[in-house]
């Protein structure tokens, strides 16, 4: 169901003639272009949810005759890219067609898959719905497809008309969490209330359960589903104990955060249980040490801020590769939220009931407005009935201009702050698509290692052999039956979350050596990775001279740390790798003195 994407597009799927039959009815520019487009931006919101914090990438492969021949999107970071899948599905129809994109390809992993795949399968021309929102990834596909000669329009610049636009926003609003982010350095943070005709969030006792209907509550799912984390506030977890799980809205199931001043919270609630999925609680520096030592001996994590405040706050999360946010709070944390600016969407499901109550609350606090003419409206709003309930959902602000200023990683990843921002001897490196994002241990690139009896087996990624390392050897059915989960995994992603769930749930099925081999077991498969792929090998020497830091501000091993605590393991490897190729590069390159 498409009710809650942040595209508004017809739910029903396109049949295999629709752009022909589209064509053939609406004679007004670009309708064919403008319906193919709409299909691919359809077809990259499937991946919501899995692909972040990464773009939804659809692709439609359409004849000239006007019938589609294949499609594709990227179900997550590491699996097969939109296009290749597309021109797999066209096979021998691919020559001659048209490829429509919803998205510029973006190249992070020097392998060019998608432009290849393009050019490879005899495509003769290209449409694409916006160029790509990150900077130095911005317009290279684009330059490399009309190099090889093919004709590609950009939608907005080549191509323009009624329909167009409407297409355009489409595109836009299928990756509209990853423009906010890079545009704004803070994730795309939606805020869903649900509240009766009176405007009421629960009784003037508190009680809530449920103001919405069935329906409704099903698409919170759903929405949550789509999301990186959702936070609340310390008020809603002592009034309702929630458990801000996914459990109707498919496999992906969000981070939780709770955001408390005080950190006044139960010893127990439904949060702290993390056998499903963890738990993060952000609260001012110096509160309640003893809770905090509670919490983390029930393995929630704890983030001290020395101002806590909504934007501070999702400054870090953005530091922590977050992409998208929903907002499930009561309405004074609501109000600081939207007060801060850091709230983009907003999801109102209104149930026709009427509770009252003068002290009942409301879902949004105090934002110090005194007259209407100080009120925000809505952008963009449209209007649906869930059951009995009536959804009501608009953005607080435009999405930011396809040419934003993006931070740079140094600006963004900043590990130690004594160091300047433009000192050129550090390189950070996180995400997969940051410009050094192939040191990443998620970088989609597979390497072949030798098993336990000698034989080589193939590992879609570093990540995927490292956390499978983690049972392997076990004698117990359940540990071998995590490491071929984990190895048939989709992305390295969805490896990391196997790994991770069951470690939190079963450590006993985790190798009682792995704290002593866990590094000896990342540097293999970062020697083998940088060895098969000549690429990256020459991306890592290139580096010499420069000290390399894993940027993750929560990862205190393998990472830096969020004010250079961590002790970058993962940076450290590199680098002793890298030292070890440049030595094997200067032995090969000798040659023996002569002597007169």
């Known amino acids: 169901m498409m009710a809650l994407s942040f595209l508004t597009l017809n739910a029903n799927p396109f049949s295999s003639l629709i752009c022909k039959c589209k064509a053939s009815f609406d004679t007004s520019p670009h309708a064919l272009d403008s319906a193919c487009i709409r299909r691919a931006a359809h077809l990259a919101d499937k991946s919501a949810g899995f692909t972040s914090p990464h773009p939804n990438f659809g692709c439609v492969i359409v004849t000239p005759t006007g019938v589609v021949a294949g499609e594709g999107y990227l179900y997550a970071q590491g699996s097969t890219s939109a296009e290749v899948q597309a021109v797999a599905a066209a096979a021998e129809r691919c020559r001659g067609s048209t490829a429509y994109l919803n998205m510029e390809p973006g190249d ?58 409407d297409a355009q926003k489409a595109c836009l609003l299928v990756n509209a969490p990853l423009i906010c982010r890079a545009a704004s350095r803070v994730p795309f943070s939606v805020l869903k209330y649900a509240m009766t005709l009176d405007g009421k969030i629960a009784a003037t006792t508190g009680h809530a359960s449920w103001i919405s209907s069935k329906q409704s509550r099903n698409l919170v799912f759903e929405l949550r589903g789509r999301s990186d984390a959702v936070i609340v506030g ?54 309640r040490r003893s809770f905090q030592k509670l919490l983390a001996s029930k393995g929630v994590e704890v983030v001290e801020f020395d101002i806590l405040n909504s934007r501070e706050v999702m400054e870090y999360f953005h530091d922590r590769g977050y992409l998208s946010i929903l907002w499930e709070c009561g309405g004074t944390l609501a109000a600081s939220a939207i007060s801060s600016g850091v709230i983009h969407k907003v999801f109102a499901f209104v149930a026709p009931k009427i509770i009252g109550g003068k002290n009942a609350p409301s879902p949004v606090g105090d934002l110090g407005m005194v007259e209407m003419s100080q009120a925000l409206n809505l952008i963009d709003v449209s209007y649906e009935q869930v059951g009995p309930d009536m959804l009501i959902s608009g953005f ?34 996180y995400k997969t698509w940051d410009p050094y994002g192939a040191f990443s241990n998620f970088s989609p690139h597979p390497i ?106 929560h990862d205190l091993f393998w990472g830096g740390g969020r004010e250079g605590e961590g002790l970058n393991y993962l940076g450290r490897l590199l680098m002793k790798l890298r030292s070890e190729f440049l030595g094997e590069s200067s032995s090969s390159s000798e040659t023996p003195s002569l002597t007169v």
């Open 448 to 553: 072949q290692m030798p098993d336990e009896n000698g034989d080589y087996a193939t590992w879609l990624s570093v990540e995927h052999y490292y956390q499978a390392h983690k049972f392997l050897g076990v004698d117990d059915p359940s540990a071998q039956d995590c490491v071929e989960r984990i190895k048939s995994a989709k992305s390295p992603e969805e490896a990391a979350r196997i790994g991770r769930s069951v470690q939190r749930k079963h450590p006993n099925l985790i190798r009682s050596d792995w704290d002593n081999i866990k590094i000896d077991v990342m540097y293999k498969a970062l020697k083998c990775k940088f060895s098969m792929y000549p690429h990256l090998n020459s991306m890592l020497l290139s580096t010499a001279g420069s000290v390399l830091v894993e940027a993750s501000p």
């Open 234 to 287: 310390g008020n809603t977890v002592r009034r309702d104990n929630p458990r801000l799980t996914a459990r109707h809205g498919g496999g992906h199931m969000p981070m939780r955060i709770v955001m408390t001043q005080t950190l006044d919270l139960p010893e127990e609630a439904n949060l702290w249980d993390m056998s499903e999925v963890s738990t993060i609680v952000v609260t001012q520096r110096g509160a």
């Open 396 to 429: 607080l602000q435009p999405l930011p201009e396809m040419a934003p200023v993006i931070p740079s990683p140094v600006e963004t990843f900043v590990v130690d702050p004594t160091v300047s921002p433009f000192e050129s001897s550090i390189i950070f490196f």
């Open 108 to 165: 992070c992993h020097g392998d060019n898959a998608a432009v290849s795949a393009l050019l490879e399968g005899g495509v003769k021309r290209v449409v694409i719905g916006m160029r790509h929102p990150l900077q130095h990834l911005r317009g290279n596909a684009i330059r490399a497809l009309r190099t090889h000669g093919l004709h590609v329009d950009l939608l907005g610049e080549d191509l323009t008309s009624e329909h167009i636009e």
